[in-house]
């Protein structure tokens, strides 16, 4: 989750800024050097959004391969039904497959 009801969302040449603040976020990738200028294609670029009343922006952390709000809206909190605590599934991109080293690792 990356932005709450009334946050301003944006995405410029694949930085994410909420509120007009650039996040600094370490635990995201982007596996694409390329930036996507294309209006229609969102993943690099997105024009200001407004979170709308009892809605989530959510965003993947390997951005360039994520398909999340930015393509589909945001999540309307009846939606949500829990908090993350573990993961479950873990593609390690330098070897190509699963990194089983993360799987089950507790998230606090």
């Known amino acids: 989750v990356v932005g709450q009801p009334q946050d301003r969302i944006e995405v410029r040449d694949k930085q994410l800024y909420v509120n007009g ?3 600094t976020e370490s635990y995201i990738q982007h596996i694409d050097p390329n930036i996507i200028t294309l209006p229609q294609i969102p993943r690099d670029n ?3 959004v407004v979170v709308p009343p009892n809605a989530y922006f959510v965003m993947g952390d ?4 994520s398909n999340d709000s ?5 999540v309307p909190e009846e939606n949500l039904v829990g908090k993350a605590f573990f993961i479950w599934m873990n593609w390690d991109w330098d070897y190509k497959g699963i990194g089983f080293d993360r799987i089950g ?3 606090k």
């Open 21 to 23: 603040e650039r996040l």
């Open 70 to 74: 930015r393509y589909w809206g945001t």
């Open 46 to 48: 997105l024009a200001a």
């Open 62 to 65: 390997n951005r360039d391969n």
């Open 105 to 107: 690792t507790v998230l």
